[in-house]
């Protein structure tokens, strides 16, 4: 077991303005030697093993993200890594353990309230992008044997978003079936990026049929080998929406959207869900300005519209259980990136030529 160290290389978000305007990820600067705060009772030191990022990483880091951020703060939600430490009240963790980070340090089931919004990583409170990194004992999971510390890494923020989406919020009414058999179920997953490909695998692993889109022909091959019943290019076929109903048994509509385009995507859902179906809103990476279908549509529709905001710490663990028992391998994208190279990263989520999740190695020995 390694020593307890006294200080790590962190990075930090300084501003959420730019300080070079020539630079938009200027706002991110890379610290050596930065104090590790002394554990209080509920607290947990982790040895970062990997990390990955998310499209929220970009929007906070070019100041694009609807929420707002203290600064300085430490950026990111998903990290896996080793316990070093744990404080004089932590009862779920010891030294040795594997774990990965939850988004949110303290939401532990149901909705999220706006405190435990407020305690989500590297957006209300500091997240993980620091080698040594301080957790509160309820934003971990311990990883089971079948799922290594770089899997780990990537569960956090769009793993658990995907679950959320297709099996409620642990904890309430809508959630109280968790991994249940989708057979019969349609759902329909936008684009390749990380929360969509996580919905996909664990739609497929329930019996789903999965209706995938994509703007790219190579990455059409990867979801077909993922199993996507049915793949739509959303680049050369804009109604892609109606095609995916008519893919669906008697035009009956999907049951499960996973909605992570936002303004201009909405319509093309609207056109695509069954009645009784439900659009689980989720992203922006369409843009924030679009054509808004209208409420009377919805009516005509019945079908249900669901705010996703990641889920709670009762809904990871079941998400991590399934995972571990269907043995589904989280997708990781070819390209990795050191710890220093943070900001290349970004920019290589920014280009979108990645497939899955893209990984910043820590300390990757620890795997
Ligand atoms: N609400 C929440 O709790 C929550 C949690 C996690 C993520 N999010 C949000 O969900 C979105 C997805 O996050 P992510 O981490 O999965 O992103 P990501 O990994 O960066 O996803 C990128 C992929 O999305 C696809 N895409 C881009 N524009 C699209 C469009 N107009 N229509 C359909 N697909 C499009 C592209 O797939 P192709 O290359 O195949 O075209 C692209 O490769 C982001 O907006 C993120 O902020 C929200």
Redesign the pocket.
């Known amino acids: 077991m390694s020593a307890i160290p006294q200080t790590t290389t962190r990075w930090r978000l300084t501003s959420r303005t730019p300080t070079d305007p020539t630079d938009t990820l200027s706002t991110l600067t890379l610290e050596h030697d930065a104090p590790i705060p002394t554990l209080s009772p509920t607290q947990v030191l982790i040895k970062t093993a990997y990390l990955s990022?998310?499209?929220?990483d970009?929007?906070i880091a070019t100041n694009q993200y609807g929420f707002p951020i203290p600064t300085p703060i430490i950026p990111g939600s998903d990290a896996s890594g080793t316990v070093l430490a744990v404080g004089s009240s932590v009862t779920h963790f010891q030294p040795g353990d594997k774990v990965a980070s939850s988004f949110f340090a303290n939401s532990p089931t149901g909705y999220n309230s706006p405190q435990a919004a407020g305690t989500a990583l590297g957006g209300g409170v500091d997240g993980v992008y620091a080698k040594y990194c301080v957790y509160e004992e309820t934003g971990l999971v311990k990883l089971p044997e079948q799922i290594s510390l770089v899997e780990g890494a990537t569960l956090s923020?769009?793993g658990m978003?995907a679950w959320t989406a297709l099996y409620g919020y642990a904890g309430t009414e809508d959630g109280k079936n968790p991994g249940r058999s989708l057979e019969g179920e349609t759902v329909l997953v936008?684009?390749?990026?990380?929360?969509?490909?996580f919905a996909l695998q664990i739609a497929k692993a329930a019996g789903a049929t999965v209706i995938a889109?994509?703007?790219?022909e190579e990455?059409e091959k990867r979801v077909r080998e993922l199993g996507a019943d049915h793949v739509i290019n959303?680049?050369t076929t804009p109604n892609w929406g109606e095609v995916a109903k008519s893919l669906t048994k008697d035009n009956k509509g999907i049951d499960h959207i996973i909605e992570?385009?936002?303004a201009?995507?909405l319509d093309q859902s609207f056109k695509a869900v069954a009645a009784g179906g439900t659009i689980n809103?989720?992203?922006?990476?369409?843009g924030f300005e679009g054509a808004q279908p209208s409420l009377t549509q919805l009516i005509y529709l019945q079908a249900k519209i669901r705010?996703?905001?990641?889920g709670n710490l009762e809904g990871y663990k079941d998400f991590v259980d399934y995972l571990a028992k269907k043995q589904i391998k989280p997708v990781v994208d070819e390209k990795r990136f050191k710890f220093e190279e943070y900001k290349e990263a970004i920019r290589y989520?920014e280009s979108?030529k990645?497939?899955g999740?893209i990984i910043v190695e820590a300390d990757p020995a620890q795997d």
């Open positions: 990022l998310n499209y929220r970009l929007l923020c769009a978003t936008q684009g390749t990026g990380g929360v969509s490909v889109t994509t703007s790219s990455k959303y680049k992570v385009g936002g201009n995507t809103i989720i992203g922006v990476l369409s705010g996703i905001l990641v989520m979108g990645h497939f999740k």
